[in-house]
T-cell receptor
Framework: KNQVEQSPQSLIILEGKNCTLQCNYTVSPFSNLRWYKQDTGRGPVSLTI?????NTKSNGRYTATLDADTKQSSLHITASQLSDSASYIC?????????????FGRGTSLIVHP | EAQVTQNPRYLITVTGKKLTVTCSQNMNHEYMSWYRQDPGLGLRQIYYSMNVEVTDKGDVPEGYKVSRKEKRNFPLILESPSPNQTSLYFC???????????????FGPGTRLTVL
């Protein structure tokens, strides 16, 4: 069964500090891995998208890495801001019959304190 | 402004009373999908549509119906809602969803449904 595990479940950091969120998956056959940011009560917003051949992708202060051999990804947030407080969701998609089947992680809840 | 809209945003209903949640996108996207989000479970796909008149089941389709008569609209229908369908629902769309696609998926603002 395809699974996506995220860690930690929650994280509290001080403003200005860096942090790294983890995503391990067992999805097969792998198509792409996406990271989303979801503010409380709102829809997820795409941060990065990576295919099998990509091992890093940046979006401003967000940098995602992918190790397809170990089936691990990380999302690194640099110089955190209060507005980074949100849930971060890892989504891994498998290919089947030309379409995607996404498997969502349960998310990491990040709280940034001043 | 490019966006996905959902209506209503909040809905309280009673068991068995048919309801429809509308979803519309203005980006001419081929792919649309519905998800539900429950505490501790994350997002789960209900149904998706690759294009007009093409729909398929996701992970949790039981108790739901969809239709895709036009490219921009993808309504979610609950014929006989039950309390276990109380959840936060999201509609999403992307330009394409074939195996080489890395298109961005855009989510709507969500519909919070309570079934009593």
């Amino acid at each position: 069964k395809n699974q996506v595990e995220q860690s930690p479940q929650s994280l509290i950091i001080l403003e200005g500090k860096n942090c790294t969120l983890q995503c391990n998956y067992t999805v097969s056959p792998f198509s792409n891995l996406r990271w989303y940011k979801q503010d409380t009560g709102r829809g997820p917003v795409s941060l990065t998208i990576m295919t099998f051949s990509e091992n890093t992708k940046s979006n401003g202060r967000y940098t995602a890495t992918l190790d397809a051999d170990t089936k691990q990804s990380s999302l690194h947030i640099t110089a955190s801001q209060l507005s980074d407080s949100a849930s971060y969701i890892c989504v891994v998609s498998a290919t089947t019959g030309g379409s995607y089947i996404p498997t969502f992680g349960r998310g990491t809840s990040l709280i940034v304190h001043p | 402004e490019a966006q996905v809209t959902q209506n209503p945003r909040y809905l309280i209903t009673v068991t068995g009373k048919k309801l429809t949640v509308t979803c519309s996108q203005n980006m001419n996207h081929e792919y649309m999908s519905w998800y539900r989000q429950d505490p501790g479970l994350g997002l789960r796909q209900i149904y998706y549509s690759m294009n007009v008149e093409v729909t398929d089941k996701g992970d949790v389709p039981e108790g739901y119906k969809v239709s895709r008569k036009e490219k921009r609209n993808f309504p979610l229908i609950l014929e006989s809602p039950s309390p276990n369908q109380t959840s936060l629902y999201f509609c999403a769309s992307s330009l394409r969803w074939h195996f080489t696609s890395t298109d961005t998926q855009y989510f709507g603002p969500g519909t919070r449904l309570t079934v009593l």
